[in-house]
């Protein structure tokens, strides 16, 4: 069956096969990222498509939290590091897309699926393919990603020296994002942007509400 939800960033989500090998089983699990710091008491506030959206890092036992939220969206990324890469353990979304209209949606994968490499060096190439699942219904998802040199970035909160991550995602009811992040270590993501080509609903609302291009850009950093 089709997954029928948002799926915008399974997403920010993204992935050759690396030059050496992944084997999740056999690998140590990290405590922590440094593209996605935790105890570093900021707090990211961003700019975005769907308005202010505050972002934090945290650790829940084995896992890193990404928390974002804002009045009109929820995006939370259960986060599992180990030596060879960063991995997705859960993925929960919530859009509010009218006044009386929501879509909230948890997706697991049937292997944890893979963020993207680490340690994350320009020019590393990457894939993940898998199932993903919601409420019964199996979505086929492929997603290839590349990491290119680390450049200058401006943005309201300063600037800054990221590396930027290119990312396709593909799934059924062709459906296909094209995601451009930028990491700095220590800090997390400072921006993003993902364009919207492909069909099924995140087309549908393309061309319903404008979606065709959504964008985050840091606008402060706070102390907690």
Request: proline fraction near 4%.
């Amino acid at each position: 069956m089709q997954n029928k939800s948002l799926n915008i960033i399974p997403l920010l989500l993204l992935f050759t096969t690396l030059s050496y090998p992944l084997s999740v089983k056999e690998k140590t699990v990290i405590k922590s990222s440094p593209y996605f710091p935790v105890n570093n008491g900021i707090t990211l506030v961003y700019k975005s498509s769907f308005g202010e959206t505050i972002t934090n890092y945290f650790q829940d036992g084995e896992f890193i939290i990404s928390d974002s939220k804002g009045d009109k969206f929820k995006y939370i990324q259960t986060l599992l590091t180990k030596e060879d890469g960063v991995y997705v353990q859960e993925i929960y979304q919530y859009f509010k897309i009218f006044l009386f209209i929501k879509k909230e949606a948890t997706f697991t994968y049937e292997k944890p699926l893979l963020r993207f490499p680490l340690p994350l060096l320009p020019g590393m190439e990457w894939e993940w393919e898998g199932d993903e699942y919601l409420d019964g219904d199996t979505n086929k998802v492929k997603v290839t990603g590349k990491a290119h040199n680390k450049e200058f970035v401006i943005t309201k909160a300063g600037r800054f020296e990221a590396i930027r991550i290119e990312s396709l995602v593909e799934g059924t009811a062709n459906s296909k994002n094209n995601v451009t992040e930028w990491f700095v270590e220590d800090v997390g993501l400072i921006k993003a942007k993902i364009i919207i080509e492909g069909g099924g609903l995140m087309g549908f609302l393309r061309d319903l509400l404008g979606y065709g291009t959504i964008e985050f850009e840091l606008v402060e950093i706070k102390k907690q």
